[in-house]
T-cell receptor, first 111, second 112 residues
Framework: NAGVTQTPKFRVLKTGQSMTLLCAQD?????MYWYRQDPGMGLRLIHY???????AKGEVPDGYNVSRLKKQNFLLGLESAAPSQTSVYFC??????????FGQGTRLTVV | DQQVKQNSPSLSVQEGRISILNCDYT??????FLWYKKYPAEGPTFLIS?????DKNEDGRFTVFLNKSAKHLSLHIVPSQPGDSAVYFC???????????FGKGTSLLVTP
């Protein structure tokens, strides 16, 4: 039972490049989330999903897109990466309460 | 605007003593509060939570207290152990989809 798995763990992008971060959970959870954490800041919600095929914007959605085509996967896309998107990204999931399980994080650097 | 505030970036406590971490919130719609623990290079892990209908929840060495009128909660760790050294995030939920609003975290160091 792996829980929440994020791929990749590390990535360096050049400004303007695109990439997709993958989050997979094996707990059959309905709700999934993408957060970012910057130095000295708490985690901030980017986008979330309340079920397969649904997505919604969080606090800081600009520059990101998401898709939830399968219940177990939640993808976060950066269409044209900017240095301001350098951050640690965390995916989380929960079945129906706020006690979410988090992945190990993806450290992204945009140069 | 930060709706969940942890005003102490760091705290140092001796092993065996009590650690008290504080958190304030501004949004009256929050109805569930959580504490997460985070080690470097790992994701946050859930520690303890409390519903707004309660004022105390206890789990082993960890107790969370909620004062709704003051919009304040605190996490007590007794006794503190070196393995408790980590960053502790306060979080609150009340929005749709059980999404969490996080504080900036408090780095706890427990010294032997």
């Amino acid at each position: 039972n792996a829980g929440v798995t994020q791929t990749p763990k590390f990535r360096v992008l050049k400004t303007g490049q695109s990439m997709t971060l993958l989050c997979a959970q094996d707990m059959n959870h309905e709700y999934m989330y993408w957060y970012r954490q910057d130095p000295g800041m708490g985690l901030r919600l980017i986008h979330y999903s309340v079920g397969e095929g649904t997505t919604a914007k969080g606090e800081v959605p600009d520059g990101y897109n998401v898709s939830r085509l399968k219940k177990q996967n939640f993808l976060l896309g950066l269409e044209s990466a900017a240095p301001s998107q350098t951050s640690v990204y965390f995916c989380a999931s929960t079945q129906g309460n706020p006690e979410a399980f988090f992945g190990q994080g993806t450290r992204l650097t945009v140069v | 605007d930060q709706q969940v505030k942890q005003n102490s970036p760091s705290l140092s406590v001796q092993e065996g003593r009590i650690s008290i971490l504080n958190c304030d919130y501004t949004n009256s719609m929050f109805d569930y509060f959580l504490w997460y623990k985070k080690y470097p290079a790992e994701g946050p892990t859930f520690l303890i939570s409390i519903s707004s209908i309660k004022d105390k929840n206890e789990d082993g060495r960890f107790t969370v207290f909620l004062n709704k009128s003051a919009k304040h909660l605190s996490l007590h760790i007794v006794p503190s152990q070196p393995g408790d050294s980590a960053v502790y995030f306060c979080a609150a939920s009340g929005n749709s989809g059980y999404a969490l609003n996080f504080g900036k975290g408090t780095s706890l160091l427990v010294t032997p």
